[in-house]
């Protein structure tokens, strides 16, 4: 039996740049995946003729340039384009935009009050000096405080520099930032609800906490420290959808040299003597490998594909322990033509960017209560965009795609599994607050998709369908992601890696947690490592 250097479970974009930079290291690699598609959470799926679905996944901003350069992924097809603005509808019929123009932007504040829209300029300035630390951090492996190794004495000496570079105020204001809640990060610049409703969504996507918990800064900069052509905290739409994202990578793999197997899910990792052989197939078919990396999520690595006889006690435990919450779903729409929202003039570059639908602090608190008490939002929060505006190849020439991703949506209904009428219900509770503000929305639906985490899980096989593989509060990040002791791709199993959203730095469409995977694991074969470096904050 052929035994490759390395199998890579699970073709989604991190597994695809694990395997990419492996094989181009010259090493045999073979990339497995469970469905008859690539991509995971990050594809474009034709799910009526001509109609690309961006599934999962919809904007792009947090992929590394260096990644992007590195695989040339310009090459095999990878076009992302920067959508326009923002806007947040207002139940009095009034709207808040959120313009790239910073002229129009300071304007638009300054509609609702002169105060925020002169403080806007400081909550820029000190967001961006948070923005700017981690964004440096993201292609590093995170350094073990724990250990004694010259690399690791030599990271954290970089954070600690790093952290005194940024001045006194600001070392003192990092503590406060990274475990306060994003609405009391918002009080200190803002009065008015409106604008601290917009500002606060980015703090609760894809989180298990509400916009006064505790945390929800640090998620807010999470969706701050992607880039658009060097435009950082700029989104962006890739042509062809998310899928582009994975099939970009997949090309540069296969140009590589890499295989790719679909429709050939692992039921088990296989162990002897403590080091891993290769995985078992759900057809039976065993396929041996040096060394094995997981792209799957941790809780699915470690405690679905393995045997727990094979893993220390502790370890175990901790995998058990770790939060992975299924929060957020997704109402994926063809529209038979553009709708109309009579509250922002026509021609607006706000439909080019993202909407939402709901303008309190409060509602926004709220929503999470719902969640809380174990059902969908019934105000939900909704990041609506129309990506056909910008790339009109998703759908046949006149019509649009719309995605709609909703935060909050439970893995369970109270505790048991969703049943199709609150499948239905909760896609109607999307269509109908959206068509608070749109007349004509309804009557342009040609089909759509609901996907609540169950789905998630059930399709993308994420644990919960939680959409970063597991929260991204201070408990979970760094040197303790996914476990203590194992933050740096490596398992207490020999010759296992992890390389999926479930490690430093997380979840989002990123590339970052497969490229340092990949990083060590051409150092300990003792390889010429093929991951370029770290770009800087800049
Ligand atoms: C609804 C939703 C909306 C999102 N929106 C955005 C967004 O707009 N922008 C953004 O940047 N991020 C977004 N995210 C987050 C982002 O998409 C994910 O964090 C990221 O795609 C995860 O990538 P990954 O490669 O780590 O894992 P995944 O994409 O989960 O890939 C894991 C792969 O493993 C495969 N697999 C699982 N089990 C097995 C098995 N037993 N055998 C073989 N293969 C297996 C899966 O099929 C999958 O292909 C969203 C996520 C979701 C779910």
Excluded at 22 to 47: F, H, P, Q, W
Excluded at 248 to 254: D, E, K, L
């Amino acid at each position: 039996m052929k035994t490759y250097d390395a199998i890579i479970v699970g073709a989604g974009h991190n597994g695809l740049t694990t395997a990419a930079f492996l094989a181009k290291s010259g090493l045999d690699v073979v990339c497995v995946e469970k469905n008859d598609y690539i991509g995971g959470a990050t594809v474009s799926r034709e799910m009526y003729k001509d109609w690309l679905y961006s599934s999962c996944s919809y904007v792009c901003s947090l992929l590394r340039p260096e990644i992007y350069r590195g695989l040339e992924l310009h090459k095999h097809g990878l076009q992302v384009t920067p959508f326009g603005g923002s806007c947040q509808f207002m139940e009095n019929g009034d709207y808040f935009g959120s313009y790239h123009d910073p002229e129009a932007a300071h304007r638009e504040r300054a509609r609702f009050s002169r105060h925020d829209a002169d403080a806007y300029e400081r909550y820029s300035a000190d967001t961006m000096r948070q923005c700017r630390f981690i964004r440096d951090q993201l292609l590093r492996t995170a350094p073990d405080p724990t250990s004694f190794k010259p690399k690791d004495i030599k990271g954290l000496y970089e954070i600690g520099m790093k952290f005194m570079e940024m001045g006194e105020d600001a070392m003192y204001e990092s503590i406060r930032f990274w475990t306060m809640s994003v609405a009391e990060y918002l009080d200190e610049y803002f009065e008015t609800d409106v604008i601290k409703t917009t500002y606060s969504g980015s703090g609760i996507i894809g989180t298990a906490l509400g916009v006064y918990s505790p945390g929800t800064a640090y998620v807010l900069l999470h969706h701050h420290m992607g880039d658009v052509d060097g435009n950082v905290g700029s989104w962006g739409v890739a042509r062809g959808g998310m899928g582009a994202v994975a099939n970009s990578i997949a090309g540069a793999f296969q140009m590589y040299g890499g295989e790719l197997r679909t429709e050939s899910g692992v039921d088990k990792i296989m162990v002897k003597n403590g080091r891993a052989t290769g995985v078992a197939l759900e057809s039976g078919e065993e396929i041996s490998a040096r060394l094995v990396v997981s792209a799957m999520d941790v809780k699915r690595t470690f405690l679905n594909c393995m045997d727990k006889s094979d893993l220390p006690e502790t370890f175990y435990k901790r995998v058990e322990n770790f939060k992975l919450r299924g929060t957020s779903g997704k109402v994926n729409i063809a529209l038979d033509g553009m709708p109309t929202f009579p509250a922002i003039p026509e021609g607006s570059t706000l439909y080019h960017g993202d909407m939402h639908f709901i303008d309190s602090m409060e509602r926004m608190e709220r929503a999470y209560d719902d969640w809380k008490a174990g059902t969908w939002s019934k105000d939900p929060y909704v990041d609506m965009v129309i990506p056909t505006l910008t790339d009109p190849t998703m759908a046949p020439p006149g019509k649009h795609f719309m995605s709609c991703f909703v935060q909050y949506c439970p893995y369970e209904i109270e505790g048991r599994a969703w049943t199709e009428p609150e499948r239905e219900a909760f896609g109607k509770t999307i269509i109908d607050q959206i068509a608070n503000y749109s007349p004509d929305f309804k009557s342009l639906i040609l089909h759509y998709e609901v996907r609540t985490p169950a789905d998630i899980e059930d399709q993308i096989g994420i644990t919960e369908g939680n959409i970063f593989h597991g929260e991204l509060t201070m408990d979970q990040l760094l040197f303790n992601r996914p476990v203590p002791g194992y933050a740096q791709y490596r398992s207490p199993i020999s010759g296992l890696y992890m390389c999926g959203s479930s490690t430093h730095p997380g979840g989002g469409v990123m590339s970052a947690p497969g490229a340092n995977a990949a990083r060590e694991i051409l150092a300990d074969l003792n390889r010429t490592n093929t991951v370029p470096e770290n770009f800087g904050d800049d």
